[in-house]
Structures are given as C-alpha cells and as structure tokens.
C-alpha cells in the first residue's frame, strides 16, 4: 500500500469495511491551506457532512504517523462538539494548526462515537521487541481518549495476546478482523485506535508504528519457543509422588521473589547463581531445619523459558508443619492451590493472605475455613509448636544464625589468602556462601516475617495503633540507615571513604547482575561530590504499661512462651540482622565476580560475556586445569546461552502461570508499571515540580506526575530516564520514550510514586522489567 496520511488511510479503508467486518465513522479532511483560504466554506461542509451529530476534530499531519516516526499524540483532538457549533469548530481548528508545520498538513473532521462500551488502542506487535503479540490496552469508562490521554486512569487493562493463538473469548473475532487489516494495509505494525459499541467494532484511527524490519527467523523461532514452553509447564503441573496436589500454578512474585530479585529475563549467570545459591535447596534446608515439611530435592524456582518462577505446589508444600498429619495436609494444600488459582493477585502476598506459614492471633479464623473443628485444633497445635520453637528464648536461634554470618566473613579472607585458582576460589566462595551465607540469612528472614506477621496482627487487633506500628519501625537501625547516616560524613576525608568503602564498597544494585558497578567501582556516581544527606534520627519506641500488659496477656492467653520485652527484641534483632546477614553474604556474590572478572581477563572474555556463563559451569571446571581448554568451554557457553537469551527477549512472559495456555494469552493488571525500552540504568532523581533551573535536567531521570504531550521539552536537556505517575503502554510519553531510546517507567502507580519521591538516586531495569531506590 502506498504512503497514506492518517485521514487518506481512514478513507482508504472504507471500501473494506463490509468485506473486513468493522465500521468506520464518517469523516472528511483538509489541508491547512485549504482551511485558512476558505474556512467559511470548509464549516458548511461538516455542519452538512454531519448535521446533527457530534464531531471529532483530529490532526493528519504530514510528519505526524510515518513509518520513521509516529508523532503519537504530539497535536490536541477536540471531540463531543455539535456539528453546528460553528465558533467551536472554527476555534478548535485553528489551535491545532498553530503547531503544524506544513500547509499541507491535514485537519480530520469525524464522526464522534459516544459512550462506548469499550475504547482503547491495539499494536499489532510488541513495540519493544517486535514480536507477533497484539497488544491492547482498553478501558470501560465510556470515553474513547483515556488510553492515549496519558492521565490516571484506573480502569485500564492491558493483553497481550499472541498472534498464532488467538482463542481469547471476546477479543478473538476482533482480532481476526485485525489481522485481515493488516494484510489489506500490508504492514503488521500497526497503531489502531478503537472502539466497540453495541458489538460493532469501530475503527477511529490506524498509524504506523516506526519501522522495523520483521524477522520471520525470529518469529518461527518463537513459535517453537512457546510451544516447549508449553510442554513444560504442562509437565510441572502433573501430579508427582513427593508432593500434594493435583493442581499447580507458577508466580514470578511469590515467596523467594525472582522477579525482584534477579528479573523476570535474567542473565545466565544471574538465574544460575540465584538457584544454586538459594533456591535448589538452600530454602528447603533451611524451612526442614525450622520444623517445616521436607520437600528436596524438589527446586523452588523453575526456568520457563529464561524466565525464573516459583513452583507453588512445592512453595505450598514446604509450608505446612513436618509434623501436621498427612490427611490435613492433603486438605490445607489443596485449599491454598484452589484460593490462588482463584485469586492471582495475591501472589506477592502469599503468607499474609493465602497459606498459614506460622501461628499468629488470627490464625484459627482463617484454618476454619476448610477444616473441621477437631483438624483445626491439631493444625494450630503443630504451628503453635513451631512458633515456640523458633522464638523461645532457649534455642537461641538468632544467636546461632548470626555466628554462622560471622564464620563466612572469615572463610572469605582465608579464600581470599589461599594460592589457589579463580575457578578452585569462585568453587570455595559458592560452598561458604551457601552453608554460612545464604542458609543462615534465610533462617533470620524466617523469624524476620515471623516478627512481622505477629505485630500486624498486634495492630489489626486494636492492641497497638499506627503510630506505635511505625515507631517501632523507624526504631530499628537497619544497613540502609547506616549508609545513609555514614554517606553524609565521606566526603571529609579520603580515610572516612576507605573506611566507608570498605564495609560497603561490595554492595551493587542488582545484587546478582555481574554488569552492575557496586560502590567502590562506582563512588563517584552513587555519591555525589556534593552530599547533601543528613544523619537520621532514630526514634525511641515506647509502649505504655497498659499495651504492655495488653500484649503480655495475648501471648500467656496463645500459650505462647514469649512476653512482650522479649517479642520486640526478637523483632528488632532478627529485622536488623535479616539485615545486616544479606550485606555480609553479598560479600560472597561480589567475590564471586571478582575471580570470575580475573579468569576473563586471563582468557580474553569481555566482562559483560561473563553474563551468558552458568556458574554450574564454573563449578564443573573445579578441577580442569588447562587455562586453554577452560577459555574453549566458557566461549562455547556464551555463544549457545547468547543465542538462548536472543529467543527469550521475544518471549512476553506472564506474571503468572494458572495453565499452560497462559504462555500464549495474560492480562496485565492496572498496578504493572510500563517499562519502556530494554535498557538499564541508574541515576539521580530529580522532581520536576522542584526544578528551578531545567539545564540541571541533563543526565538526571525526571519524576513526573503525568505522561503529558505538553512537556515533550524536557526531552531536549538529554535526560537519562522517566518515571510517571500515571500513564499507559500505549500513552504519549511511552511512544515517545521508545522512540527516542530513553529508558522510563510509564504509569508507576501513587503508591510507589511517592516512595521513590523520597529518595535521590535509582536504578530503572526496563529490561527485567523492575526499578530499586540506590539510595
């Protein structure tokens, strides 16, 4: 098809509309220059064209959606106004064609849809990486510009359906009709604006999306992709001998948290490292150790594809008491399956809403709801055991864990000091990490929830208010708040920044991301030469002798064998070491990529290569001593696992995983922040509405309230990110982002909006798809 404007590809549909099955609204257009030598004329024409009826006026700018640049969004639509509102239409015009560049420039004048059933916007192939998805971003509100506004809009929702497998009840004969469109336009990249009234589906605009050249390779590659994926998901979903139920289902959120931690795409080397570290068996160990069931050698997390998620069947399984009756199990781990099979949103809160990891005040409520009175009393029996066990003063487990963190910190400088080789060091730094590191941190983390879980409920019940709650908190002096605190003193004196670097020089980012600079490689950008950080006051946590005994009486009432002193030290000890336990094993990580950075040098492998290497590679080469024939293993490793990230970066991988069908089809909830590009970064934050002078926006990532068209001039200070309050996939300033290669966050949400506010410095991962306040 040849080159059309957006009104000249309108009107070249129409003789289609019949034969593809949408409706398109009436519509004529002009030029610029036609509108400022006869505008009297043009007027009559619309209030004839249209009559009664509510209009439209849309831009058709020359520059506006071409195959090199969309434009989308760039020029102001008028709509809802009476087609003989002659004044408005006059008006209207000519603000819009004050920012047109070209006489030839064209005004489009439609019919207005109004109150539709649903409206929204459908690319005809993921923007970002260019394969075969229609995404469709859609609302109910009844209005048709909401999607493309960039305002806050609750109500949106968002697929991602793959083109070779469209059965998704409503949208499936839509998106055939789609699909003939894009073979009538021949061009599979496409931008349509929607709507559908009364079942009819009306098509409002269509635009090319910038160009890329269409890899059928990659496509055929995909497809085969997706369907092994499929296999397999089907595979871990049948029943197994060594754990309950018949059902299964797979987060990226829950328990162990891959998303956060490692990235819905990690790297290699940063899934390997994370499962051999933690979630092969570490986890298990550590929940059998506190008196949990058994479940090795079952792995937690499982690899979709290059994409991490967690096994809930085996995360449900190892959260029941070892010694809770094989028949109450099969009850209680049937129950948890079937609540988040129904309720996926509560993945990321798996122990607070879903599954009884441990007793709390409320616990009997919640057991009742599937067991009988005599089974509820045994369950609470065996997880008021098991608290006791874990908080009670004589096991000391606190104590125990944290000479194991203590132990590590010395088998690292001894490993350190041996005259050995990078891959005998990497080999000892993973064994200690994991039997000094990782474990005991995980053990700590337990009583850390535990303490948690326990002091909501204390709140829920009335017997603390919030003030107490966050009190308590903001009580506690964590590892961040020492950072804080010591980083406003560094810049005094070379001395104040080696002794700095020296306890936090190891800390990166991404813990797990070998391409992530940590502090001490770093310093000059994660600290600012001019540190404007002043020293915390902690404040002192107070409970009056009233909720004292309040609390004493809760416990002695719960049979448990704590008092209230002793919970808030258990509490504040294990939240501050959960702490303190994850800098010290992180240590470990960092050494890691230090031999693994020595041995690259020594074999000639870029840094950033180091990524496509497993490190169960690495510990199979624990012996080989041939430095030649490691560098021919290690360059093999990185070609196959390069070419294996290239098909999962085509992959749009589901937040959750109900059936196998989910690979092809997944809705994306409003909450899921839009990340755009695939890009990296951190950076210091700057909030626009505190911008005095806009040149101190170059190189910064700007906080902003809303992906609004109008401040499309901050793209000219060269900034290094954007984060938005509000705003979609398909919004203005995500367009435009993709566009121009920046990396954003588009439509972040109020609640993380104003957490990231507080701070200064952050890292975005549009390629993992998450974000981290730095500091």
Partial sequence: MKKYSKAETLKYLQ????????????????????????????????????????????????????????????????????????????????????????????ILIQEFISNPDIAGVIFTRSFISNSPYYVINYDKSGKTNLITSGKNNPTMRTLYIYKDNLKNGLWEKYLNKINFLEKKIKNDRLDIEFCIKKKFFYLLQCRPLKKRSTNLKND????????????????????????????????????????????????????????????????????????????????????????????????????????????????AINYYLNKI???????????????????????????????????????????????????????????????????????????????????????????????????????????????????????????????????????????????????????KSSSSRNAFLRKYGHIRPSMYNISSKNYRENFKNYFSTKNNASKKNYKKFILDKEKIRNIDKLFKNHKLDINCKSFFKFARRSIELRELSKMVFSKSIDEIFNSLMNLSKKIHIKRDDLEYISIKKILELYSNLDIDQIRNILKYEIRKNKSFQEISNLIEFPEFINSSNDIYSQELKNNLSNYVTNKNITGELINYENIKNFKSMKNKIILLKNADPGYDFIFSHNIKGLITEYGGANSHMSIRCLELGIPAIIGIGTKNFQAINKNNFVQINANQKYFKIVR
């Fill in 15 to 106: 003789k289609f509309e019949n034969q593809i099955g949408i409706k398109i609204p009436k519509s004529i257009f002009f030029t610029k220059r036609e509108f400022q030598k006869n505008s009297k004329k043009l007027v009559l024409k619309i209030e004839k064209s249209f009559k009664n009826k509510k209009i439209i006026i849309r831009s058709s700018a020359l520059n506006e959606d071409t195959s090199k640049e969309s434009n989308a969004g760039k020029y102001k639509s008028f709509e809802n106004i009476n087609a003989k509102n002659r004044e408005k239409i006059v008006s209207s015009i000519e603000v819009m064609i004050k920012d047109f560049k070209n006489l030839k420039d064209q």
């Fill in 220 to 331: 055929k590659i995909l497809r085969i992709g997706l369907k092994n994926i499929q296999k397999k998901i089907k595979k871990f979903t049948k029943p197994i001998h060594s754990l309950i139920g018949n059902k299964n289902c797979f987060s990226n959120m829950s328990d162990w948290n891959p998303a956060e931690m490692i990235g819905v795409r990690p790297s290699v080397l940063a899934h390997s490292l994370y499962s051999e570290l933690i979630t092969d068996e570490v986890w298990a160990k550590q929940r059998k150790d506190y008196g949990y069931k058994d479940v090795r050698p079952n792995p937690l997390m499982i690899n979709f594809g290059g994409s991490p998620y967690i096994d809930l069947r085996v995360d449900f399984n190892s959260f029941v008491p070892a010694s809770l009756p094989d028949k109450i199990q099969k009850k």
């Fill in 341 to 491: 099979k129904k309720n996926p949103k509560l993945q990321d809160k798996i122990e607070f809403d879903v599954v009884e990891t441990c007793y709390d005040f409320k616990s009997r409520d919640k057991i009742a709801l599937f067991l009988n009175k005599k089974e509820t009393n045994i369950y609470l029996k065996c997880l008021k055991n098991q608290l006791n066990n874990i908080i009670s003063n004589k096991n000391k487990i606190l104590e125990n864990e944290t000479s194991k963190i203590s132990f590590l910190e010395k088998k690292i400088s001894q490993t350190n000091n041996d005259n050995i080789s990078d891959i005998q060091k990497i080999y000892f730094f993973v064994k200690y990490c994991k039997k000094y590191g990782t474990l005991p941190f995980a053990g700590i983390a337990r009583c850390a929830f535990i303490s948690t879980k326990l002091l909501r409920t204390i709140l829920e019940l009335g017997i603390i208010d919030e003030k107490d709650h966050q009190n308590f908190y903001e009580s506690i002096q964590t590892i961040a708040k020492k950072i804080c605190d010591e980083s406003s003193i560094i810049k």
